[in-house]
């Protein structure tokens, strides 16, 4: 059981060694306590394990672990000039997208499931816990990326035609907008509504002068 969590542990203290507000507290306690940043930060994952057990909250606490941390490293990632970080995270968040997805959907049974924000919280760390092949590469390269290859055609000739919708949608509203606004119509619409503003204007003129 300890060697199989080795690999987790090492990254852990590698994780720990970094430069940032989160390691600098860590670091001021273990001055002041004695107790290694190791042992806090274990301290800190039990006490939020325990707290997605009790289920006060979960829900936010297990957002904030899942997303704040992996989107503080994405940027961390868009920033270094090193490209393998970038794919880790791109490959973490596509699994993220994809289960909240299924996650709406299936919403009224999941519920029902005992600790499932917990259950839900442990497997979003699988998949973005800093080592080779963590959670978010085996559930990629396993099942969405297969998915995703044997669909690709269908799915770009879906998001083709919709786009196109979408821009048909949009320059026949600009075109409507235009005829409006250069109709009778559209003219006193307009002339009605400057006369509004310049009435506002001048009631909050006397008002000032008063």
Do not use: H
């Not at 060694?17 to 107790?35: C, M, R």
């Not at 994952?45 to 009790?54: Q, S, Y």
């Not at 503080?72 to 490959?91: C, I, M, N, R």
């Not at 044997?150 to 235009?178: C, F, P, R, T």
């Amino acid at each position: 059981m300890s060697a199989a969590l080795e690999p987790y542990i090492q990254r852990l203290d590698a994780v720990l060694q970094d430069k940032n507000p989160f390691t600098d507290a860590l670091s001021e306690v273990e001055k002041k306590t004695g107790v290694s940043k190791r042992n806090l930060a274990l301290g800190g994952i039990a006490v939020t394990l325990i707290w997605l057990c009790v289920g006060i909250g979960s829900s936010l606490v297990c957002s904030i672990v899942c997303f704040i941390y992996p989107a503080y490293k994405s940027f961390k990632a868009v920033e270094s000039p090193q490209g393998d970080d970038d794919k880790q995270w791109l490959t973490y968040w596509i699994v993220y997208s994809t289960f909240n997805i299924l996650e709406y959907f299936a919403d009224l049974i999941l519920f029902w499931i005992p600790l499932y924000d917990l259950l839900k919280c442990l497997f979003l760390v699988w998949c973005m816990w800093p080592i080779e092949n963590n959670g978010s590469v085996i559930v990629y390269n396993t099942l969405l990326r297969p998915f995703l290859l044997k669909n690709e055609a269908k799915i770009d000739a879906k998001l083709s035609k919709v786009s196109g919708q979408v821009n048909k949608y949009v320059s026949d509203a600009k075109k409507e907008a235009s005829n409006l606004a250069n109709s009778s119509t559209g003219q006193v619409l307009s002339a009605t509504a400057s006369a509004a503003i310049d009435n506002a204007m001048s009631e909050q003129e006397k008002d000032k002068e008063i």
